[in-house]
């Protein structure tokens, strides 16, 4: 693929991060497999129900990982549920992760860190996952992003 489909790609999952129901961050989601989208996600509470929505609570000083402290289905849990509810089958898939800020523009990744969407995305057999930092968008292999996001704790 070349840059503008990669570059469509997050733009897709910053459309769902727009429809983001999470008060604490908006985050969006695209599952792809030969150059089409198979699956998306934005992060909301489960099953889009607001009186599940715990965005309140004070999570900060759980001994949870930082990705854990959240009341909100991860977009990337949605996206790899929607693309296993469409196709059965991930082999092959990359998912694309991204942010928006406040007024909806496409914000840069940090470094793999979540390690629950890690083990998911292994273990619904994706292949890739992608982020774009502010150096450029880097097509991670999914046992390297698992590494990386458990490494990302260990240097903490």
Known sequence: MDMQEYERFFEDAAGQARLALCARARCGAVVVRDAQIIGRGYNAPPRDDMSQRMCHLALTS???PKADRTCCV???WRAIL??????GNLSGGTL????VNKDGALLRSGRPYCTACSRLALDSGLSHFALWHDDGIVLYDAVEYNRLSYRSHLDA
Do not use: G, I
């Open 62 to 64: 759980s001994p949870k």
């Open 74 to 76: 991860h977009a990337e």
């Open 82 to 87: 929607d693309a296993l509810r469409r196709t």
């Open 96 to 99: 694309y992760f991204t942010r």
